[in-house]
């Protein structure tokens, strides 16, 4: 299964952008990108996925490089509710719906 | 609609018990599967079900078993319970296995506590 490399944690200030940043160096053509968060005593939500393409919904938006190598997913104004782990997974495109989650990114967003 | 919804929401057991975890999917999802995440790491995956077969099972010991109903609900068991058990376990159900443009969607979980 591809791996994926996170910070342990990042801060940010309240109102102000937030780049999440992951590697990926063992992505496999067929894999996609997805972006899920976690709050405290919840389950994972997701915000974003995306395969070769930067992409942009309500959320977030996600910059994939070029070699797609690496992804950076982007909170536009952070704000108190942004605070969570941020997991960044590789979707396994030969085997369907499995996700296999790293320890993730803990983002503490400073008011 | 309702969400993905997980019973109990939390539950107590000694070692050498068995404890099975419900899970009902959101209306018309057919794919569920379960994770294991214990504390301070991400959910690592145990099993996946899509019209009531097994389509992918992770890294867990045959004490590990589930199933799915025709109603697409599903149920994760646990026997001989072992105090490296003590986890929230995650339910996440998805319309299907197949297609690169489907999330999963996630329960909050059973907290399972193995004294």
């Known amino acids: 299964d591809a791996k994926t490399t996170q910070p342990n944690s990042m801060e940010s200030n309240e109102e102000e952008p937030v780049h999440l940043p992951c590697n990926h160096s063992?992505?496999?053509?067929?894999?996609?990108i997805h972006w899920y968060r976690q709050l405290p005593s919840q389950g994972p939500e997701y915000v974003i996925h995306?395969?070769?393409s930067n992409v942009n919904n309500r959320m977030a938006s996600l910059a994939i490089a070029e070699d797609r190598k690496s992804s950076t997913l982007i909170l536009h104004r952070a704000t108190l509710r942004d605070a969570a782990v941020y997991y960044c997974?590789?979707?396994?495109?030969?085997?369907?719906?499995?996700?296999?989650f790293g320890t993730g990114t803990s983002l503490t967003v400073i008011p | 609609d309702a969400g993905v919804t997980q019973s109990p929401t939390h539950l107590i057991k000694t070692r050498g018990q068995h404890v099975t975890l419900r899970c009902s999917p959101i209306?018309?999802?057919?794919?569920v599967s379960w994770y294991q995440q214990v504390l301070g790491q991400g959910p690592q995956f145990i099993f996946q079900?899509?019209?009531?077969?097994?389509?992918g099972r992770g890294n867990f010991p045959d004490r590990f078993s589930a199933r799915q109903f025709p109603n697409y609900s599903s149920e994760l068991n646990v026997n001989a319970l072992l105090l490296g058990d003590s986890a929230l376990y995650l339910c996440?159900?998805?319309?299907?296995?197949?297609?690169?443009?489907?999330?999963?969607?996630f329960g909050d979980g059973t907290r399972l506590s193995i004294l």
């Open positions: 079900y899509y019209e009531k077969e097994e389509r």
């Open positions: 063992t992505i496999s053509g067929t894999d996609y």
């Open positions: 997974i590789l979707r396994d495109g030969r085997t369907g719906n499995q996700f296999y």
């Open positions: 996440a159900s998805s319309l299907a296995i197949w297609g690169f443009n489907q999330p999963q969607h």
């Open positions: 209306s018309g999802h057919k794919s």
């Open positions: 995306g395969l070769t």
